[in-house]
């Protein structure tokens, strides 16, 4: 029994040392950027040795990987989708918005690091759209369908209005990354503006 307590803590010590260096890694590979990002850089901000970190990864790569098999393991998007999921077209939209902005307030750092490197990876790119976007244009589509099945929205193009909603959560986010200063700190009343926007317009009624 104590070997097995102490194989026990050695796994929970390495498993928290990995995400102590994961940590790190985000954080600098979202303020400095992958490329001028050193490993003694992440080693010194998860104070660990650079000898250490190689126990754990072999290279950058394998950190920004890490950081991105982290982000698919999310359960965001799924939880969405389930019963509780509002039936309501506008309310549907604002909760979506609300998933939207806990993800990005839990792992900001993740997801920057990650997005900075997709433009100039083709790789890693493709890993994103395949393995976050995808899934993500899928789940609302599904929920589309549901909705416009029930009578809520006039005849939609359903894969069209999913990539929209999508494209429209994606660019609020690069734009919170820009440091637009509208975005965080009014979300919740940005989420109902937009659903107001879509499901009511801007043309007024006659």
């Not at 994961?22 to 490993?39: N, P, S, Y």
């Not at 969405?80 to 939209?93: G, I, S």
């Amino acid at each position: 029994m104590d070997e097995l307590q102490s194989a026990g803590r050695r796994e929970r010590r390495a498993a928290a040392r990995k995400s102590q260096i994961i940590d790190a890694a985000a954080r600098l590979f979202a303020e400095k950027g992958f490329h001028r990002t050193t490993t003694r850089d992440i080693a010194e901000a998860a104070d660990v040795s650079e000898g250490t970190l190689y126990n754990y990864f072999e290279s950058k790569d394998d950190l920004l990987l890490d950081i991105m098999d982290m982000l698919d393991d999310l359960p965001s998007n799924p939880e969405l989708f389930n019963e509780a999921v509002p039936e309501d077209a506008h309310e549907f939209l604002v909760a979506l918005m609300k998933g939207r902005r806990e993800m990005i307030d839990q792992y900001h750092p993740m997801l920057q690091s990650v997005l900075s490197e997709i433009l100039v990876n083709p790789e890693l790119r493709q890993r994103y759209y395949t393995e976050q976007v995808s899934p993500g244009v899928l789940l609302i589509s599904q929920h589309l369908q549901k909705l416009l099945d029930k009578g809520q929205f006039r005849t939609i193009h359903v894969p069209y209005t999913a990539r929209t909603l999508v494209a429209l959560l994606l660019g609020l986010y690069v734009l919170e990354v820009l440091g637009d200063p509208l975005i965080q700190p009014e979300w919740d009343e940005l989420s109902d503006f937009i659903a107001s926007l879509l499901f009511e317009g801007m043309i007024p009624v006659a």
